[in-house]
């Protein structure tokens, strides 16, 4: 007789490891399948910002709650709190950081309006051209790369089952519970939790469940080592550049520039006609990049629905399935909002609400 | 429209030979090369400060081939760092590359790939001191500069670039004070019987040996480097006989050879970044040199439009190699419709017979089981980031398998070499403690760039006013 889990979480990216590990310690047997391996979706290969400038009015409380997380978690994922400066370069650009982090410090955020005089006393490096300034002392970054070799870790100390390079392609379900179906193995579970990042519109549609799920193809870039430029993670108003250098003197640039292909065809690509206008963003905001050499951009997917809210919660009318993902922000929320899924799973009250996976999608363009 | 119907990566023999070809036909070609003149690898020209030096068979093919290529207005830029491969919607090819300090870009139809090869290494401990340089590293030196790597000099390691270099140096002028040759004397006398399909190389190759001979080198066969010494510089090295798996026998003895200089290196590994980029599948070939894209004679990839030539699509050497840049040239004329096909089996059996010697004497450096126990523990495998035989082990054994989990973990092949260089050791390390096959390890994602990327290139005259900053994130 194979084994009947407590619950089977497709999917090893933070969302999936983070909720297995909180079930676990609460008691349940747990197998979580990994169709590439841990950490290497978009928790591995993200720009690590632990922002709270970047993140969603609505989501400020997790983001809060996750950035307590990650503190804890410390130097094994390379977090530092390092504060972080968001640039605008002209009115346009002042007017839009004006109103977002106002909104953004109503609801928690420790984000104040910096002069621009006092931002080139701390980062001399970065552009005179800046023309308004915020600034939120709690902002930093963790190394996404360790993100695997993090959960991984703490996997192998845990009595959860894990099984990297086992892609589930079935599912079946009765009343009894759930049969999932990798190539050539299947494992059985009660519960099932979809935790499938940039993967997830497919996934559940092995279940008939068709979502409205858009997979984005963020891109990210890295340079050689250099001697300090900067000290602080630097962002800009509309939210499409981040930049911080590492403790080896690379620096890391991001911003959510779009990258082409789809999960269905492997990794994504980088796209030459998006990767130079973020590199000349950057550059623009700091011009001393110009002495350094990208050696590595690379593109990760990021899942969303039309509202740009998380799914997290009970999927479909299928009693026992679950699902946790499309969370903007998901590196710096993942690891409280799998806790709070976690607790939903067990029936525990909530801390903060989830996100009802069935309700009707809005647009949000803004 | 495209700008070009072909662009060809990479100006060596393979390269040069399908631009040749392709332009009788009266296709518009491109062809991009990061050295400063055409010739590749074997056909590397001299340094213009140079003025005179004595000719080889390669200075004056390669002049001859340096030439052909002017006179049949091929579109040749040298200097030319292809960075980034992309296929665009309308089916087109994408190349971006860098040249004089400036980011351009072309569309083709076609892309011939014939990047060559690169030098493999497996490192021991000191591997990373100065004075320390691979063997196809020094041959390059040579024919470029007409330098040598110092006063006295150890070569070590396998194949036909072992005998090559230590020649070069005595040629010009300089002192060997060992050859440590993994090889045993049987391993050439087996070869030698398929090197036969050249014997005018052969015949050469014996010249080099009785030069070697007659300065007294002292040759250590079957016998490796187990440590080079050294604070700041190598002082001198220790060898060690090797088991027919290539494994160090010493036991503790240590013979000691004092050295300023070492030139090693353990055959070659096709350079297979560009076609990587490009989707195209790789297989793993050890006689071949280890992982390289799959084509058919005509260098045929299975990615549409993709064809590659030369030491890229297998090592079948130099000789082999014009003849694939030609067999490729006539796939791509006839894929873009521009000839008929053609009889081309006499071009196929002489490509055949020609790599006959490449592959002998790429079987010569093909790495046995026992050379990886070599590798101490505490040997620098990644030199971009400094990481050590051991943290790969750790990181391998608490299951992190496959090469993108290990890179991401340890940040071996994060540096600028983007792991083309240690990416062959990593798994061979993984082999020993996942019993894995290469193929079942399979390849890190290759991202661009393909070359690191000036970013004072890419940030040339923008007007911020212009950037096509996307609508902002959602509030
Ligand atoms: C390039 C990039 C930059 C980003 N930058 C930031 C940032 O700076 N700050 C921030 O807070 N957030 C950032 N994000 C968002 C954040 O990385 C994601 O929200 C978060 O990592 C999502 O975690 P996940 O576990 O849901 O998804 P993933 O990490 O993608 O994990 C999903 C896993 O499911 C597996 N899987 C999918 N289908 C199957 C199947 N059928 N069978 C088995 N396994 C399957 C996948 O292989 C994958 O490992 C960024 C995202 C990207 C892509
Ligand atoms: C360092 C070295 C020394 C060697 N010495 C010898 C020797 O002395 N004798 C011998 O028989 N064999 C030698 N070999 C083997 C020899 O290189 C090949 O057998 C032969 O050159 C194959 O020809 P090819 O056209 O495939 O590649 P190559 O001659 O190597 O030509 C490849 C060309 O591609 C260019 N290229 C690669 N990537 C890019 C890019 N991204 N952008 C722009 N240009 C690019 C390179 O600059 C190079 O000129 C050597 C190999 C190496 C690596």
């Known amino acids: 007789m194979t084994k009947n889990y407590d619950i089977a979480i497709i999917g090893g990216g933070i969302m999936g490891c983070a909720t297995a590990l909180h079930l676990a310690e609460a008691g349940m047997s747990v197998i979580l399948l990994e169709k590439d391996d841990i950490g290497q979706g978009a928790s591995g290969v993200n720009a690590g910002t632990l922002s709270l400038q970047i993140k969603r009015v609505k989501l400020m409380p997790y983001a809060l709650k996750g950035h307590h997380e990650w503190q804890k978690m410390g130097d094994k994922v390379g977090f530092v709190k390092t504060g972080g400066y968001t640039l605008a370069f002209n009115q346009r650009e002042a007017k839009l950081l004006e109103e977002r982090m106002t909104l953004k410090r109503e609801a928690g955020a420790n984000i104040e309006f910096v002069s621009p005089q006092i931002l080139f006393e701390n980062e001399p490096n970065i552009s005179k051209k800046v023309m308004a300034v915020s600034y939120c002392a709690d902002d930093g970054y963790a190394n996404s790369s360790l993100t695997g070799q993090y959960y991984r870790n703490l996997l192998n100390h845990s009595s959860v089952d894990y099984l990297e390079q086992n892609q589930i392609v079935k599912i079946d379900h009765s009343d009894k519970g759930f049969s999932v179906h990798t190539e050539s193995q299947q494992y059985k579970a009660k519960r099932l939790l979809l935790a499938c990042g940039g993967w997830m519109k497919q996934a559940a549609a092995l279940l008939d469940v068709d979502l409205p799920i858009q997979a984005r193809v963020n891109t990210v870039s890295v340079t050689e080592r250099s001697p300090t430029l900067i000290s602080n993670v630097i962002g800009h108003a509309t939210g499409l550049l981040t930049m911080k250098q590492k403790a080896n003197g690379s620096i890391l640039i991001g911003g959510g520039w779009q990258g082409t292909g789809s999960p269905n065809e492997g990794r994504g690509k980088v796209h030459a006609q998006t990767l130079i206008p973020n590199i000349q963003l950057a550059q623009y905001a700091l011009p001393a990049l110009s002495a350094l050499r990208i050696i590595r951009s690379w593109t990760g997917f990021e899942a969303n629905v039309p509202d740009f809210y998380p799914l997290a919660g009970a999927l479909g009318n299928i009693a026992n399935a679950y699902i946790l993902g499309c969370v903007r922000g998901g590196f710096t929320i993942g690891p409280y909002i799998s806790k709070l899924m976690g607790d939903y799973i067990l029936g525990n009250e909530l801390e903060l609400p989830l996100f009802n996976p069935n309700r009707q999608f809005t647009e949000t363009g803004k | ?475």
């Open chain 2, 1 to 475: 429209m495209s700008d070009f119907d072909l662009i060809i990566i990479g100006a060596g023999a393979a390269g040069s030979h399908a631009a040749l070809e392709a332009a009788k036909a009266g296709a518009k070609i491109l062809m991009l090369d990061e050295q400063a003149e055409a010739g590749g690898q074997v056909w590397r020209a001299k340094s213009p400060s140079i003025i005179s030096a004595p000719k080889t068979p390669e200075t004056i093919a390669g002049d001859k081939l340096r030439s052909d290529l002017k006179s049949n207005n091929i579109l040749h830029i040298a200097n030319a760092r292809v960075w980034q491969i992309e296929k665009n919607n309308d089916d087109l090819w994408n190349i971006g590359y860098l040249n004089n300090g400036q980011l351009h870009n072309a569309t083709c139809k076609a892309i011939i790939a014939a990047t060559g090869a690169q030098e493999r290494v497996i490192p021991v401990v000191g591997a990373q001191l100065p004075g320390v340089i691979g063997l196809a590293a020094a041959t390059a030196l040579f024919k470029q500069h007409l330098t040598i790597p110092g006063k006295q000099t150890i070569v070590a390691g396998c194949g036909p670039l072992l005998i090559f270099t230590a020649y070069e140096i005595l040629r010009l002028g300089g002192k060997i004070t060992a050859i440590v040759s993994l090889n045993s004397k049987t391993d050439w006398a087996k070869a030698s019987i398929n090197m036969m399909a050249r014997p005018d190389l052969l015949l050469r190759g014996a010249g080099w040996l009785a030069k070697i001979a007659a300065a007294r080198t002292p040759i250590y066969w079957q016998s490796t480097i187990t440590e080079i010494i050294g604070d700041t510089h190598i002082d001198s090295v220790n060898i060690s006989r090797v088991d027919a798996n290539w494994s160090s026998v010493s036991q503790g003895r240590k013979t000691n050879i004092k050295a300023d200089s070492l030139c090693m290196g353990h055959g070659l590994n096709p350079a297979i970044e560009a076609t990587k980029l490009a989707d195209a599948t790789h297989i793993y070939t050890p006689e071949l040199g280890g992982w390289h894209v799959k084509t058919d004679d005509f260098g045929r990839t299975d990615k549409v439009g993709l064809f590659a030539a030369g030491d890229n699509a297998g090592i079948y050497g130099a000789g082999a190699a014009p003849y694939r840049g030609k067999l490729a040239a006539i796939a791509v004329l006839q894929f873009l419709k521009l000839a008929n096909a053609e009889n081309t089996d006499r071009l196929v059996a002489r490509m055949k017979s020609a790599a006959k010697f490449g592959l002998a004497t790429t079987k010569l450096t093909v790495l046995r089981a026992g050379m990886i126990k070599n590798t101490q523990q505490t040997a620098i495998i990644c030199r971009c980031e400094t990481v050590s035989r051991q943290q790969l082990e750790i990181e391998i054994s608490s299951g992190a398998l496959s090469p993108n989990a290990i890179k991401s973990g340890t940040r071996c092949g994060m540096g600028p070499c983007g792991g083309r260089y240690c990416s062959d050791v990593v798994a061979l390390i993984n082999q020993t403690i996942s019993g894995k096959t290469r193929q079942q390890i399979g390849l890190a994602t290759h991202r661009p760039p393909l070359r690191p990327l000036p970013i004072s290139a890419i940030a040339q005259n923008f007007d911020y006013d212009d950037l096509p900053i996307p609508a902002p994130a959602p509030l």
